[in-house]
Each structure stands twice: as C-alpha cells, then as structure tokens.
C-alpha cells in the first residue's frame, strides 16, 4: 500500500483527535516499519488495518464509519497532490467513469508494480448517475466508498447526491456501488 | 497539581522526541528511496535513449526502404506511410495521410478487397496476395501485399510494386514463343537451303554442261534440239527450287535498337528453368546499354551459349554475363583456342562476354562449332543449331564474334556490337547487273573461281575458258586469301558460291576486300535472292544461269572495277 495513504491517515487521526492517539498509534509494536512511513514508500496494507483498529477502539468510533471518513479525507489529500488528474473533468461522474480506464492507468505509470483495486463502470447515465463494480484483494469497500464521497465533495455536490453499495462480498473485497448526483432532496446516505 | 503538569510536559516532549526520531527515520528512508528511484530513472533514460535511436534508425530505414510500407487507423485511414508507398501510386505521403486507403483502388478491387480479403484477414489476422492498385494518374499497379491486422484494429501495410515484373513476364512468355518459332523456322531454313544448294549445284552443272554442248552441236539440229530440251528443263527445276520459297521471317534483316540490359534479364529468367542449382549466374550489366541488332535473334544465340555453359559445367560453376565497352582485363587462361565469325572492327559501342568454368570445347570440335546441324553433344539432343545462329548474327554486318576456350577451364563468348551495319556503306555505289551496259569482252582476264561443289567448280572452268577467260577454280575458301596475295599475275574478279565450309561466301567476301579493295566479286548461288544487295559485289548472280549472261556479268563487274 503506498506510503501517502499512511501519511494521510497519521494526519487524519491527529486533526480529528490527539497527537497523543497518532503517537500511540505509530508506537504499536505491530508496526516492522516502526510507524516511519513517507509518501513515496510502499507498506503492507495489514499495517493500516492494525492502526485504524487500534484507532477504532481508542476513540470508540465503529470501524468502517472510521475508513470511510478517511477515505474522504484521502481524496481530498490526493486531489491536491494531483489536481491536475481531477481537473481535467467537468463532473464527479466523469471522474468516477475513468478511475480505472485512465486514473489508474496514469498511476501505474508513475508507480510501477502498483497493485490497484478495480473501478468498472456496469452503466451510467449522462452526468446524472454511474454504477461501479469494485473488487480488490483487499478488503477496502469502505474506504472506496468514503473517496466517492470525497470526490462528490470535491465537485460541491456531496449534499445533493447519493452512494448507494450492494456488497457482493462480506468482507469488504467486492461491492457495487451507484452513485447519484442530485439537485433536490440530498443524498440517501450521508455517512 | 505541579508534579502532574511536569508529568503531562515529559510526556508530550516525550511524544514530540518519538515524532522526531520517526520523522528522521521517514526521511532518511525517503532519501534512499529517492536515491534508489533516481539511479533507476539514470539507467531508464539511457534505455529510452536507446530505444530512441534505434527507433530513429528503424524509421529512417523504413522511409529510404524500396518497399512500400503504411499505417491505417481502425477506421483505414493512413497514420504513416513511407515515401516508397506513396510514390508507388505517384502520391506524396502529406497527400495520402489522413486519406482511406480506398483511395488507391478502383471500385471492383474495392469491392473484391471488402468481400473477400479482409473477412480472411479479419479471421487469420494476416493476408498475402497481390492486388490491382490505381494511381494518380489513373494506371493499374500490380502489387505484391502482405495485410496485417493490428491490436488497435488498424493495419500494417507492406506492399512492392511488381508492375514491371508482370510485364517482363509477359514480355519473357512472349519472346520465348518467338523464340522457339525462330529455332522451327531456323532448322527448317537451313535444312531447305541445304537441299536447295545441293540441286542448284546439280542443275548448274547440267546447265553449264547442257550450254557448252549447245555451243559444240550448233550443225546437228536434232541433238541441239534435245539439249535445247534439257537446258530449258534445268530452267525449270531451278525455277521450282526458287518457288519453294524457304524464307526466314527472324532473320538478320529485321534490326532495331535492343535494351541488352533488359533483355539479358529476361533471357536468364528464361534460361533460370534450365539452370542446375550449383550453377551461379553473375552479372555485370550497366544499366544502359543500346545496341542495334534483332532481338531474336540475339535472344537466341545468348540463350544458347548460355545453355551450353550450363551443360558444359556438369552441375556445378559459374556464368558471367559482363557488358562493357572493352573487353576483360582477365584472360580466360594462358593458352586458350579461338575462333571468330564476322568482321572484326575497332570502337564496338558494346561488347558482351558470357564467361564459364565448363570443361572447354574440345579441340577437334571448335572449327565446327559454327557450323549446320554440327553439335558436340547428340546425346544430350544438341540440334547443333544453337551456335550456328551465332554465325547469323555475325551476318548482320555488325557483330564481331569470338570463342576463346581452354581444357577444363572454361570457355568465354565475347560478341562485339558495332554502330554501323558493315554493308551499309554509302561511300560505294551498288551495281546492278541489268542496269550496266555491254562492254568489250576482255580475254585473258584473270578469274579467281571459289566453290566447294566439283561438278559446279569444273563446269564454270570450262564455260569460262569456252568464253577465252583465265579462270583458276579452287574448292577450299579458306585458301582464297594466300592465292590472291601470292599470285604472280594479279586477279582481275573473283567468283564466288555463297555456302561453303569454313568461310560462307559473304564472310569470304569481306575479307577479300579487306586486302583488295579495287578486286571486283560476283556472288554465284543458288540462295541468292538471300542476299541484301552490297558494295562489296559487283553482282549477284542466281544459279543457274545462262553462259552467255554470265559473261555479261564478268564483263560489267571488270568494266567498272
């Protein structure tokens, strides 16, 4: 898993609580990096699960609102990163339509050897709505969902538009999740 | 309450000093990783630098490539295209670029292309054939392609002009026609004029004979009567003779400039079908090259000598096809036998050398090489008119030909092209024996007479004699030349047949001018009428002929000599 998701989730966990949680957190004896990640490095994705449990517990907030909080904070960390990846689309949907046809291909084009989850589109509606199958080797539903929300609002429509997720696999591998842009009512969930 | 405050500030501090020491350590991990990604950018800029070249490289090649080579999108049209491709059509590439490739074909191959190429291209990928192209200008070009199916749904297009080879095929299936025609009329010519000349030399001597006895039976009438008879009989045969009319239509009269770059080519891909596989046919032919002569004939007699190379290296060797306007530098060997035909000349505008490492044409053979039906290999079904077409073409007065052969090392043909046809001389007026006038007769006249035929030889002697000439009759043209230089008495005519061993009439002819300019010669033959009217003769008589016409002809040859 890369390094920066690591930095962002240090970041996120010290804004939304304590230094002395972060500190806690990267101390865990769990960590073979010795909690020292940088963004341009690459860790074993069981290292992020064992801090967002030992932070799920900490702060007695319920593990998967906790990932896909982050993941939202995540995009927000990537997009300004990279905002050269997100603006050259007009709309959320648009974004979301080429994660895997052109996001992912630019990723492994910069990181070599990156294993990516899958974004495949089963169907979408002009601007309006789009339906995705995830699947990955890692169990990161929440987390995919919580950067749909953070891409929805980082077009300023996250108020008035709608994840909705079918899990095809219970441990978080795979889900189908659509994704509804509104202009009336709001979302369906608001996490 | 002091102490907890002290507890809570070692504490942070503490934290702070972990965030530090994991901050160094992320940064010095990221330094390595930094370095580690530095040096492999280092090395994959060296590769793409590389890659870069070579791709330079491949794609200068496949511009300056003669074969044409283009690239279509998925929706056909072109992406890339060499200057070889476009210019097959007489495009530009700027032109056809962004163009469909349907523009370089009419609307049938179009349609055979859609219906029956590409649904096989479509289901192997690739597809060779050829295929009728259009260009600009609107002419067809037959190509030769190669279709191949790209992941991107376009195509690569590898394509060669064979245009020209179609046409040398044609031009090649064509000639050999005419040529194996050339070989029918060939045998059949001199198989007829070989009868024909026997009976002329026999109806000569009966009417040579038959007038004589005239002359001496002028009191008895009823004898003379029946001479009289046999005299006009003889007229007769000979008239039959002539009627039969054995004529060749590729003969040496029919000259033309030749391309001998383009017909060598296509006389080798004649000859390839014959060519033993451990046989190497070199070249060395510059790419004009002009010569005057009849293409068929010439085909002929470099497609013999060719075939006769290839025998004479029992499967194994090389042939050397050189043009050039000097002979080779090389000699064939240290002692080599020669025979030449024709007259030889200075400044030939092409020479042609056809050179093998064969097993040399045997010594008691080579005299003979150029003559009828003689071959040095019936076994292998030699008609032993291949190289007597050699002897023809040195009949058209402007091709000197020579044979240098040498035991187990080889045998080289050099055939010189000369500018001029030798009997086109315009300096020398032609004389015409109906258009001269009497003249005193001149007895004692010094008459050099050359046949092979004995009866013929004798009764010309005779009828010469009869008419108060000095005639000297010889069998053997190859003597004519000493006897004119040694005679004490100077020769005032030569009479000569036209068929003879060794040396034919018209070669012996040549010579003799060669060292008597002002030496007057009348051509006897029963083929006369074979022969184009020359300078070099002051008549041409047919056989037979009357005594009292033929002493007309010596009177007028030695009238205006």
Redesign the interface.
């Known amino acids: 898993m890369k390094g920066i998701v690591f930095r962002s989730f240090e970041s996120f966990v010290e804004a939304n609580w304590s ?2 949680i972060s ?1 806690g957190m ?2 865990l004896p769990e960590l073979r990096s ?8 690459y860790y074993p994705h069981t290292e992020f699960l064992t801090m967002a449990i030992y932070v799920a517990e900490t702060t007695e907030t319920p593990i998967n609102l906790l990932v896909k909080r982050f993941g939202t904070a995540l995009f927000h960390d990537l997009a300004g990163l990279h905002p050269e990846m997100v603006k050259s689309y007009a709309s959320p949907i648009d974004l979301l339509a080429v994660i895997e046809s052109v996001i992912h291909v630019d990723v492994r084009k910069l990181y070599t050897g990156t294993e990516l989850p899958r974004f495949d589109v089963l169907s979408r509606d002009a601007n309006t709505s789009i339906k995705l199958d995830y699947s990955s080797k890692r169990p990161f539903a929440d987390l995919a969902e919580g950067l749909m929300w953070g891409c929805l609002d980082h077009y300023g429509v996250k108020e008035t538009s709608s994840v909705m997720r079918d899990d095809v696999a219970a441990d978080g591998t795979h889900s189908v999740f659509t994704v509804e842009v509104k202009h009336g009512d709001g979302a369906v969930d608001r996490h | 309450m002091e102490t907890a405050r002290s507890t809570d500030i070692d504490g942070t501090l503490k934290r702070l000093e972990r965030k530090l020491q994991r901050e160094r350590l992320a940064r010095e991990e990221a330094e390595r990783l930094l370095e580690e990604k530095s040096s492999e950018l280092y090395s994959l800029n060296g590769l793409l630098q590389t890659q870069v070249r070579d791709i330079e490289v491949l794609r200068h090649s496949i511009d300056m490539a003669t074969d044409g080579i283009a690239l279509t999108d998925g929706d056909g049209a072109f992406i890339y295209m060499n200057p070889a491709h476009a210019g097959m059509f007489a495009y530009t590439v700027e032109e056809l670029l962004g163009q469909s490739w349907t523009i370089l074909y009419g609307e049938a191959e179009n349609e055979r292309l859609g219906e029956i190429v590409f649904p096989r291209l479509q289901s192997e990928g690739t597809w060779r054939g050829e295929t009728y192209g259009l260009s600009k200008t609107g002419f067809t070009i037959i190509q030769e392609i190669v279709l191949t199916l790209l992941p991107s749904g376009g195509l690569i297009c590898a394509t060669r002009d064979i245009s020209a080879r179609r046409k040398r095929e044609i031009y090649a299936r064509d000639l050999e026609g005419r040529l194996q025609k050339a070989e029918r009329e060939a045998a059949l010519f001199t198989l007829g004029n070989a009868v024909a000349h026997d009976f002329n030399n026999l109806i000569a001597a009966i009417s040579g004979n038959a007038a004589m006895l005239k002359t001496a039976l002028r009191n008895d009438f009823d004898n003379y009567h029946r001479v009289n008879q046999i005299e006009i009989a003889t007229r007769q045969a000979a008239n039959v003779i002539r009627s039969l009319n054995i004529e060749r239509s590729n003969d040496t009269q029919n000259l033309a400039p030749i391309d001998l770059a383009e017909l060598i080519q296509t006389g080798l891909q004649i000859a390839e079908a014959i060519k033993p596989k451990g046989i190497q046919v070199i070249t060395d032919i510059p790419v004009e090259a002009e010569i005057i002569s009849n293409e068929v004939v010439v085909t002929r007699c470099l497609l013999n000598i060719v075939k006769n190379a290839f025998e004479a290296m029992n499967g194994v060797g090389t042939v050397t096809l050189r043009v050039a306007t000097t002979c080779s530098v090389m000699a064939l060997a240290d002692n080599v036998r020669t025979l030449a035909t024709g007259v030889k000349r200075e400044d030939p505008i092409w020479i042609v050398e056809i050179t093998d490492t064969g097993s040399g044409v045997p010594e008691n053979k080579l005299d003979h090489i150029f003559e009828d039906f003689f071959t040095t290999k019936p076994k292998l079904g030699g008609s032993g008119l291949g190289l007597q077409a050699l002897r023809t073409l040195a009949d058209s007065g402007n091709v000197f030909v020579e044979v240098e052969t040498a035991e187990n090392v080889g045998t080289r043909f050099r055939l010189s092209f000369y500018k001029d046809v030798l009997r086109a001389d315009p300096s020398l007026p032609i004389r015409s024996l109906r258009t001269e006038g009497q003249s005193k007769p001149r007895a004692g006249l010094r008459i050099l007479l050359v046949d092979d035929n004995a009866l013929v030889g004798r009764m010309l002697e005779d009828a010469l004699l009869q008419m108060k000439f000095l005639p000297d009759w010889i069998n053997d043209p190859r003597a004519v030349l000493r006897l004119i230089e040694s005679a004490k008495k100077p020769y005032d005519l030569i009479i000569t047949d036209l068929s003879m061993p060794y040396i034919d009439g018209q070669n012996l002819s040549r010579q003799i001018r060669s060292i008597r300019p002002d030496l007057p010669i009348i051509i006897y033959s029963g083929q006369a009428s074979l022969i184009e009217p020359s300078s070099i003769y002051a008549a041409i008589l047919q056989k037979p002929i009357g005594m009292d016409a033929l002493g007309v002809a010596i009177r007028n040859a030695v009238s205006k000599g």
């Open positions: 230094m002395d500190d990267l101390s010795g909690g020292a990640f940088t963004t341009v490095g």
